[in-house]
């Protein structure tokens, strides 16, 4: 059972009003992603061209850095709104296309491109915001909790897309999606309009974002959590944003439901780890829980390309989300802890920097896919993880100390 002490957190009246945001925020992803996937590889029937709307979907991260600088400048709160109306009026503007059966794989490529530039500019906002609302001492119950919070979108998100496209349609999910997103939008109006930390007098965004590398550099332990999160990117996130609906179809011969279940067992998997970080608190807070995560990750995912059938891949999918969760949960707990208040929106925008390798991780995993089948291609994945990662640790031995 958790600790009462893992749940302090939520005493702080807007960082459950932000926790329950994300849900929101999280829960519209998960299904978005499961239902593009899917319609995509529908349309197409091409391992490529799933690939390439996943990899679309984080073209847009080159831009955190400077979401970083904004975010350490304006009210961040505010900043979510904006970013929030931007995802309203997306949504409304795909569904349009849909409902009048003008809705082609060209214009969800763009739609998805400026699906993931609104989902970049969050990140680095939401993150910088999630610490700020609590005391020092609980920034990794908090980061935890709000994760365990996102991560049960990731089991239910999925779930969800499957039934809703087998019973009502796609356009039933993307309705659900749109009512959601304004949901969310009217919740971050509640929370209190505190300022941003704000720049130095005189700082231009070129030496904001200069000061940003530069405390980056500083630090090698920090290069290391940040070259670890370009692995993930590149080798781990594939399989949940490209190849899952292919593996899905081609291999385990299922459907959007079966589907669902899939993607829910990773998510069902990533809460449970994201608790069992809550319930440690500060006892996970030692670099060995950094690598051994990011190892375990990857082993689980040749183990899941290994072993094609229905029941073990929900078990396998479950211990590659707990990994999953466990990496990103620590890893962003160890930046955001080692940032100042005032440079923590420019450390995150960084840290969004290293997602533009699932762009190229995406877009690979489609090719081999096509050319040699998922099962090998994400052993491949997964070998190249487990060798990137020790290499990195290798390199800088305080990670794994």
């Avoid at 009048?100 to 500019?121: D, P, S, Y």
Wanted: charged residues 10%; hydrophobic residues 60%.
């Amino acid at each position: 059972m958790i600790r009462i002490q893992a749940l302090n957190v939520l005493r702080y009246r807007d960082y459950r009003y932000l926790t329950i945001s994300s849900f929101l925020w999280f829960a519209i992803r998960w299904i978005e992603t499961i239902v593009i996937g899917w319609m995509v590889l529908e349309m197409t029937n091409s391992p490529f061209w799933v690939g390439l709307v996943g990899a679309v979907r984080f073209a847009g991260w080159a831009l955190t850095p400077l979401a970083g600088i904004v975010a350490d400048r304006i009210n961040r709160r505010n900043l979510l709104l904006y970013s929030q109306a931007l995802g309203v009026l997306l949504l409304a503007f795909l569904l349009v296309l849909l409902l009048a059966e003008m809705l082609e794989v060209w214009q969800i490529i763009v739609l998805t491109l400026f699906r993931g530039i609104n989902f970049a500019l969050d990140f680095p906002v939401r993150n910088a915001l999630l610490v700020d609302l609590v005391a020092p001492n609980e920034q990794l119950n908090a980061v935890s909790l709000n994760r365990a919070a996102t991560d049960v979108t990731a089991a239910l998100g999925p779930v969800t897309g499957g039934a809703l496209m087998v019973l009502l349609g796609y356009a039933g999910a993307f309705w659900l999606m749109l009512a959601l997103s304004i949901t969310n939008l009217v919740l971050l109006l509640f929370m209190d309009d505190s300022p941003a930390p704000g720049a130095k007098g005189g700082e231009t965004l070129w030496s904001s974002l200069k000061e940003g590398f530069q405390v980056c550099r500083s630090d090698n332990a920090i290069m290391g959590v940040l070259g670890l999160a370009c692995v993930a990117n590149m080798f781990g996130f594939p399989l949940i944003h490209a190849l899952l609906p292919v593996f899905a179809k081609q291999v385990l011969s299922v459907g959007p439901a079966e589907l669902g279940l899939l993607a829910g067992a990773m998510g069902t998997g990533a809460f449970v780890g994201s608790l069992l970080l809550a319930w440690k608190g500060s006892r996970a807070e030692g670099n060995s829980f950094i690598w051994a995560s990011f190892l375990f990750w990857f082993v689980t995912i040749i183990l899941f390309a290994m072993i094609p059938y229905f029941g073990f891949s929900l078990l396998l999918l479950m211990a590659i989300g707990s990994g999953q969760a466990v990496a990103m949960v620590t890893t962003t707990t160890y930046l955001l802890h080692r940032a100042t208040p005032e440079m923590r929106g420019r450390v995150m925008g960084i840290r969004g920097l290293a997602i533009i390798p699932l762009f190229l991780g995406n877009l690979a995993g489609g090719a081999l896919t096509g050319w040699l089948g998922a099962p090998t291609a994400l052993v491949i994945f997964g070998a190249a993880g487990i060798l990137s990662t020790v290499a990195i640790c290798l390199r800088l031995p305080s990670l794994y100390r």
